[in-house]
């Protein structure tokens, strides 16, 4: 595990432990709160990337270039 220490405005502090004692939170949810956010950020913020550089291609494309990389792997398995 790692520590961290954040800069949090007072407005987002009070929102989110509100929420989490509206929810009956326990001790340790608000690093789970946060992991849990910066994870779900990270997944859009690829989501968005792939969506940008794959934007020109038909979804035909798209499935091909899919199923080369998954032959890939299984290939670099056996």
């Known amino acids: 595990m790692t520590r961290w220490n954040l800069v949090i405005s007072d407005d987002t502090d009070r929102s989110v432990r509100s929420y ?11 690093s789970r709160f946060v992991d849990r956010a910066v994870r779900q950020a990270i997944f859009w913020e690829t989501l968005d990337s792939v969506w940008e550089r794959n934007k020109g291609l038909s979804p035909g494309e798209v499935q091909a270039l899919a199923d080369e990389a998954v032959t890939q792997v299984r290939a670099s398995r056996s």
């Open 20 to 30: 989490l004692a509206r929810t009956g939170g326990k001790k340790g949810d608000l």
